[in-house]
């Protein structure tokens, strides 16, 4: 009998051992499906911020690029300026303006167009690039506006210059500048009103 005991445990124990194993077995490749979805989502992962990563990359680069055209150009054209060259400042200006720059970019090569377009008597071509650089800047600031208003006046265009400086002494109101602005642009509007 008591072989026949230790038979039946003996049984039991590998029934329960088989049983294990079986078990195991199945967690095994449970665990190998896992590890291999866990695996592959990594990946994806991976190459998506890799990808992103890479367009962050582009984009700083670009904006780089930008930067420095912008910065050349201004200095070209200071140079060409500095040589008393108007005509090479203002190509060089101009051709860039047709590369298309970025709106940050625009408003000082722009005003700067305005300034020699003033300075050679072209008032008309000078109120056109102010107002340009004006809606490059996306605001109103004084100098364009006083640009406008100048070259306006020059022109003999006294309705528009009068509202120009108008707005003018607005803007140095709510953006304090030098304290005699606002007189200048009230005088102007008087003597352009006929007014002594």
Request: charged share 25%; aromatic share 8%; hydrophobic share 40%.
């Amino acid at each position: 009998m008591n072989s026949q005991k230790l038979q039946d445990e003996s049984n039991i124990v590998n029934f329960k051992a088989d049983n294990v194993q079986g078990r195991f077995r199945l967690g095994k490749r449970k665990l190998v499906a896992l590890l291999s979805i866990v695996l592959i989502v990594l990946i994806v992962i991976g190459v998506f911020l890799w990808s992103k990563n890479e367009s962050n990359i582009a984009a700083n680069n670009k904006k780089n690029a930008d930067k420095l055209a912008y910065e050349s150009t201004l200095k070209q054209a200071k140079s060409y300026e500095s040589a008393l060259n108007l005509a090479g400042e203002s190509k060089v200006l101009q051709d860039y303006l047709k590369t298309n720059p970025p709106k940050q970019y625009q408003y000082t090569p722009l005003m700067d167009l305005a300034s020699i377009a003033y300075n050679q008597r072209k008032d008309a071509l000078a109120i056109s690039y102010y107002k340009k650089a004006e809606t490059a800047s996306g605001k109103i600031q004084e100098y364009d506006v006083v640009g406008i208003a100048v070259a306006a006046q020059a022109e003999g265009d006294k309705k528009t210059a009068i509202s120009y400086y108008k707005k003018a002494i607005k803007l140095t109101q709510v953006q304090p500048g030098v304290a005699n602005s606002i007189d200048d642009y009230k005088s102007a509007i008087d003597y352009l009103e006929g007014k002594p």
